[in-house]
């Protein structure tokens, strides 16, 4: 099982401007909306609930905002009926790309990707066009210094992980969607500390883009992310570090 492409390394370290401009609270926002419309309000009785309002409070998001938002989701208050939206198209050299959204507006959504997708050398598909290269996954970030591998493999493979990788000063540890809430509850039952956990789109194979295409695939990928109605970018290119460094990665 590899690890995730390398957008969604620049991706995790971009988040800090992300939040400069406002992008991650309303990101945020939405995600506490919708988990608590699906699940309820109850955090104790809502993984996805919990976790979102968690992912919130290392943002340092005000307590209020994250109550109004799960109130909006469970009808208490007023709010816009967000629906959960899943995307695919292709970009510069046969790259592949699965674009997460909660939009109010499917028409505006879809008009608004397909147009970044046009300018930026690529196509906003159908069902079907990227997912056959994607698996869905539960990954676990760990940091290598909260954990030794015997105990990664003894916790965490033992809470229903099936594998990890080794990620230089981080672990990352995989599981199938199902099994993570158990990987992570094992995790805190050891005093592990947790960098980050999420669901993801992990590709099966990547593709390597070097020159002009590198550059406009990267383009494309944080244009669509910077989007509003979009909450997560997934693609299966790779960029070699000399040419990352070009581009000022």
């Known amino acids: ?44 009785a ?23 938002a ?31 959204g909660m939009t109010d507006n499917r028409n505006r959504t879809v008009a608004e990707l397909r ?18 290269n994607f698996d869905r996954r539960g990954i676990v970030v760990l940091a290598k210094s909260a954990v030794t591998e015997d105990q990664l493999m003894e916790v965490a493979l033992g809470g229903g992980a099936d594998d990890y990788t080794d990620e230089g000063e981080e672990w990352n540890v995989s599981s199938s969607p199902e099994a993570l809430n158990g990987v992570l509850e094992a995790l805190e039952a050891a005093k592990i500390a947790v960098v980050s956990s999420s669901t993801a789109y992990i590709p099966k194979m990547k593709k390597v883009l070097t020159g002009r295409d590198a550059e406009v ?18 693609a299966d290119f790779d960029i070699s570090e000399e040419d990352l460094a070009k581009l000022g990665g």
Do not use: C
């Open 1 to 44: 099982m590899s690890g995730h492409s390398k957008w969604a390394t620049i991706k995790h370290k971009k988040g800090a401007t992300d939040a400069k401009r406002g992008k991650l609270f309303t990101k945020l926002i939405k995600e506490i909306t919708v988990a608590a419309r699906m699940g309820g309000g109850d955090v104790s």
């Open 46 to 68: 809502n993984a996805r609930l919990r976790k979102a309002v968690a992912d919130a409070k290392a943002q340092s998001m005000p307590n209020d905002t994250i109550t109004r």
């Open 70 to 100: 799960a109130k909006r989701g469970t009808g208490e208050l007023e709010g816009e009926a967000y629906e959960e939206v899943l995307y695919e198209g292709t970009g510069p050299g046969g790259s592949l790309f699965l674009v997460e």
């Open 115 to 132: 147009k970044i997708f046009d300018k930026n050398n690529g196509v906003l598909g159908t069902s079907g066009t990227a997912g056959w």
């Open 217 to 234: 695939a990267m383009n494309l990928a944080e244009i669509l992310d910077d989007n509003d109605d979009v909450q997560n970018v997934y």
